[in-house]
């Protein structure tokens, strides 16, 4: 936590079949453990599946801008 907010943080990168990585504020972890890069894989996979693109994801972001107007005025 940096000042009472979530520190940015990348998702995980699949760089090769065999390697994966996650970087950080202040580090970056690269895993060569083919279980765990597995999981990686599978993550983004899923990820890959569920994401908004296009029109889709631009309507979304325009919700949420909306939303943060209004709280923020309120």
Known sequence: MI???TA????PSTRTPRD????HVSAELT???PDQVA?????MDRLRQVAA????A???????????RDRAAS
């Open 39 to 43: 999981i990686y894989h599978r993550l």
């Open 58 to 68: 631009r309507t979304i972001l325009r919700g949420l801008a909306a939303e943060h």
């Open 3 to 5: 000042r009472g907010k």
């Open 20 to 23: 994966s990585g996650l970087e």
């Open 31 to 33: 895993i060569d453990d």
């Open 8 to 11: 940015p943080c990348q998702p």
């Open 53 to 56: 693109e296009g029109d889709e």
